[in-house]
């Protein structure tokens, strides 16, 4: 510990104890035990009852003495003292004074008791810490006194007060100041003393950092006013005046302006006592509450959006209790007229009168909101006000109290009825369309008969020739079994080949949804081209396959892509039935093409025809046009619809030198597949 403050005795029982002591001490060695002689007789036993007496206050009084030498060896501790440290006057007489203090504190025990020793007969002062022998603390003040004993040695006299509580108090102060000035820096609130009567101000260190003033900066009413916001400073101005009048509590917000330009929000409330001499005195606290307001704005900003986005919406929002009934509609103006009337008090499955026809979906429904789970886009069928049939699709979240406590379901509606009316459109049109695609593929196989006949007499003539054989073989003496095996191989290969034609002609005629898959390109042509090979030669059309090797699988509906791709060759083959002086050439290439990073899988049909002129190339794709005299005009219109139900494109040009060519680009998926 550090040398405390060091002071002369005053006329105290330490100074008075001390005194004694230095008497006893000097009595000399034994001459109490001399036999009285004559007229000393009565002075020896005065002195023998003197230092009776001293030496019982010595030992009993409430204080800690002890003797010591220059070397620091304890020449004499009282019985009270050594008790107090946990010890006999024995255990602490002969053993060195620093025993009783901590090893931290040594050097500044040392540099007292030299202070003493030079300076003696006179008295000092100082507050340190004397270690039990329990290891506890003991706080004293000890009062010290060096003085020269009969022999002329310098001697050490302590006396020692305990004021371990009184230590235990200072710093239970001081810490409970730190957790305060903690707590305020913590809360960004700081507080305050005011004496009207004097104009002082006592800040703590929070209020400084609040404030931006440094903390020997004195305050004052003047100073404050100065850095309040100027527009609040005058309403500042009027609530401190009236408050050094009226002597009432007070409380107020207003906004300080920094040197920094920034500005902060502040709540001050304060509350009037009297002190000593009657005197207004107020006591209050100051908190910085810009995130509060920073917060609250946020939170008015948030508000506000929301309120617009909701009266924007074409949606009405709805409550309802644990029970799943009605309690609140929010019908926003467009939407008047939308909501069922007489719907409060009701559930969502008592105003919907499909709810026997759909049990699933209305079982699964209410199993979600005995779950107390959120659900989103339940589309249902009800009734107007006018009793017209409408579609109100909904979603709804579970909200609870501050216990966890159901408490029902917060949502919104919106009106879907043009949505759904306009799938219902979209899909009587796509099975219109489907329709239609399928007629389109029997008229064009009715235009395929004599290709398809063709395709299915040929190999039904190989099977009719390789059974004569095999007959003939079987009838040899001895039968030649060999070439009857072989003729009957024939005959199945043949079968085979005869089933495929008649497969894929049912395949085209048959009615069927879109199947989508993995597809060889190259395959669909060559199957597409095995239909029309008769109609190539009966219109004398060389056809020339350029087919890339190694092309990526697409997928698509096999049917709809040989549909579109025998309508552009039967389309080539017309347009070149009036060719004379040029060959009737068709072209079927498959390439792969990048595009602005896309790729894609290119198909085109080259012919060379009449070619397309301007209004035709317009044109060419739109429903009911037709440059055949008995065309009805939908055919490319329908292969137009099928790639681009394949996400894909159709498109037409001319040639030059002629003809006409007609490219479809089908997407690649993102990874090939060989």
Not at 481 to 500: F, G
Request: with cysteine; net charge negative.
């Amino acid at each position: 510990m550090m040398l405390g403050q060091i002071a002369k005795f005053g006329n105290s029982a330490a100074q008075f104890l001390l005194g004694g002591l230095a008497a006893l001490r000097s009595s000399g060695n034994g001459e109490k035990d001399k036999p009285a002689v004559g007229g000393d007789s009565r002075q020896n036993i005065e002195l023998r009852d003197a230092v009776k007496q001293w030496r019982e206050v010595f030992e009993h009084n409430p204080v800690m003495y002890f003797m010591v030498d220059p070397a620091g060896t304890v020449l004499n501790v009282n019985t009270f003292g050594a008790a107090q440290l946990g010890y006999t006057a024995a255990e602490l007489t002969g053993q060195s004074v620093l025993n009783v203090f901590f090893e931290e504190d040594h050097d500044t025990v040392r540099r007292c008791v030299a202070l003493c020793l030079d300076t003696l007969d006179q008295s000092h002062t100082w507050e340190i810490r004397k270690i039990r022998k329990d290891g506890s603390v003991l706080w004293v003040r000890e009062n010290a006194k060096a003085m020269l004993r009969g022999d002329g040695t310098p001697i050490l006299l302590v006396a020692c007060e305990n004021i371990t509580e009184r230590k235990e108090a200072e710093n239970a102060l001081r810490q409970s100041e730190a957790n305060l000035a903690e707590a305020q820096e913590l809360s960004h609130t700081g507080s305050f003393v005011w004496r009207v009567a004097t104009g002082e101000i006592i800040w703590s260190k929070e209020s400084f950092r609040i404030f931006q003033f440094d903390e020997l900066t004195k305050p004052s009413i003047q100073l404050l006013l100065e850095r309040i916001h100027p527009g609040d400073r005058a309403a500042a101005q009027q609530k401190v005046f009236r408050a050094a009048h009226d002597g009432k509590d007070f409380e107020n917000e207003y906004r300080l302006l920094l040197p920094d330009g920034s500005t902060k929000h502040l709540h001050w409330v304060a509350r009037a006592t009297r002190d000593a001499n009657g005197s207004i005195e107020y006591v209050g606290s100051t908190a910085d509450i810009t995130a509060a307001k920073e917060a609250e704005r946020k939170l008015r900003e948030s508000e506000q959006r929301f309120r617009d986005y909701a009266e924007t919406a074409s949606d009405w929002f709805w409550e309802t209790g644990p029970d799943h009934r009605i309690t609140l509609i929010a019908e926003h103006p467009d939407t008047a007229g939308t909501i069922p009337s007489g719907v409060i008090g009701m559930t969502r499955w008592d105003i919907a009168p499909e709810v026997e026809l759909e049990p699933k979906k209305w079982q699964q429904h209410r199993a979600t909101l005995d779950a107390h789970l959120s659900f989103r886009d339940l589309v249902y069928r009800t009734k107007d006000n006018n009793g017209c049939p409408i579609y109100v699709r909904t979603s709804g979240k579970p909200f609870f109290d501050a216990t966890g406590d159901f408490l029902g379901y917060r949502g919104v509606c919106s009106d879907v009825t043009a949505a759904i009316r306009a799938e219902q459109a979209e899909e009587a049109l796509r099975k219109a369309q489907a329709e239609l695609t399928h007629v389109t593929r029997v008229t064009t196989l009715g235009e395929l008969t004599a290709s398809i006949a063709h395709e299915i007499t040929q190999p039904l003539a190989a099977v009719i020739s390789n059974a004569d054989a095999c007959i003939g073989w079987l009838d040899r003496e001895p039968a030649d079994l060999k070439a009857a095996r072989r003729s009957a191989e024939w005959i199945i290969e043949d079968a085979n080949r005869a089933t495929e034609v008649i497969r894929r002609i049912r395949a085209l005629a048959k009615k069927t949804e879109i199947e989508v898959g993995p597809l060889d390109i190259n395959q669909v042509v060559r199957e597409a081209m095995a239909l029309v090979r008769r109609e190539l030669a009966t219109h004398a059309v060389s056809a020339r396959m350029e087919l890339a090797p190694d092309l990526p699988r697409i997928c698509g509906d096999r049917i709809q892509l040989q549909q579109v791709l025998i309508n552009l060759v039967m389309n080539g083959i017309e347009a070149m039935q009036a060719n004379v002086d040029r060959p009737r050439e068709l072209a079927i290439r498959s390439s792969r093409a990048d595009e602005d990073g896309d790729a894609r899988l290119l198909l085109t049909v080259t012919d060379r025809g009449v070619g397309l002129g301007k209004d035709v190339a317009d044109h060419i794709f739109t429903p009911f046009f037709t440059t055949k005299s008995g065309g009805l005009g939908m055919g490319l219109s329908i292969c137009r619809s099928i790639i681009e139900a394949h996400a894909g494109r159709l498109s037409a040009f001319p040639n030059h030198g002629g003809g006409a060519t007609f490219q479809i680009a089908l997407p690649l998926p993102d990874k090939d597949t060989p």
